[in-house]
């Protein structure tokens, strides 16, 4: 079966440091892979996704490529916000599959 | 991309009731879908709500504990029934339409079960 594994949390950081969560998966066929964030008291957000081996996604300043050969899709930023604090959950779609496979979520604070 | 929209936005209810969950479109979709996410936890797939037909729910969750109906292509409701204290959770809807790979997701109902 399909399964997503992410880097635990909390991850606590100063303002403008760099920023890595990494996330690995387990997959039928090629799936196709994202990254959602959750800022407090609200719904998941889609943040960036990739659909295809060695395809970088990236939104407001995050990054993520899709590497087959580690199976992961690791999320980076290059100098984070405190607006930046929030959960972040990696995603993948897979085979005939239409629903999401959710990884545990990594909890962010970002310290002014 | 959809707008989706939520009611109630929370609730506190007491054990053994339940709870109605309004899910609303703003666009048709092909999919449909309800997920559960317990305090500090990831998300959790109840279900696929199917339009016109039975939902396909997934390993542990059941019928008739939560109902699910979609009866048209924007709109779907969850109930969750006779509550439990562990039913306390936040409950969300996504939906997605021809491309798949992309899916949106309401802004949850968070419900306290007392």
């Known amino acids: 079966g399909n399964s997503v594994t992410q880097m635990e949390g909390p991850v606590t950081l100063s303002e403008e440091a760099f920023l890595t969560i990494n996330c690995t998966y387990t997959a039928t066929g090629y799936p196709s892979l994202f990254w959602y964030v959750q800022y407090p008291g609200e719904g998941l957000q889609l943040l960036l996704k990739a659909t295809k081996a060695d395809d970088k996604g990236s939104n407001k300043g995050f990054e993520a490529t899709y590497r087959k050969e580690t199976t992961s899709f690791h999320l980076e930023k290059g100098s984070v916000q405190v607006s930046d604090s929030a959960v972040y959950f990696c995603?993948?779609?897979?085979?005939?599959?239409?629903?999401?496979?959710f990884g545990s979520g990594t909890q962010l604070t970002v310290l002014p | 991309s959809a707008v989706i929209s939520q009611k109630p936005s929370r609730d506190i209810c007491q054990r053994g009731t339940s709870l109605t969950i309004q899910c609303q479109v703003d666009?048709?979709?092909?999919?449909m879908f309800w997920y559960r996410q317990q305090p500090g936890q990831s998300l959790t797939l109840i279900a696929t709500?199917?339009?016109?037909?039975?939902?396909?729910?997934e390993s542990g969750f059941v019928i008739d504990k939560f109902p699910i109906s979609r009866p048209n292509l924007t709109f779907s409701t969850l109930t969750v029934s006779n509550m439990s204290p562990e039913d306390s959770s936040i409950y969300l809807c996504?939906?997605?339409?021809?491309?798949?790979?992309?899916?949106?997701f309401g802004p949850g109902t968070r419900l306290t079960v007392l």
């Open positions: 995603a993948l779609i897979s085979g005939s599959a239409r629903q999401l496979t």
């Open positions: 666009s048709q979709v092909t999919m």
């Open positions: 996504s939906a997605s339409g021809q491309n798949y790979n992309e899916q949106f």
């Open positions: 709500a199917n339009q016109g037909s039975e939902a396909t729910y």
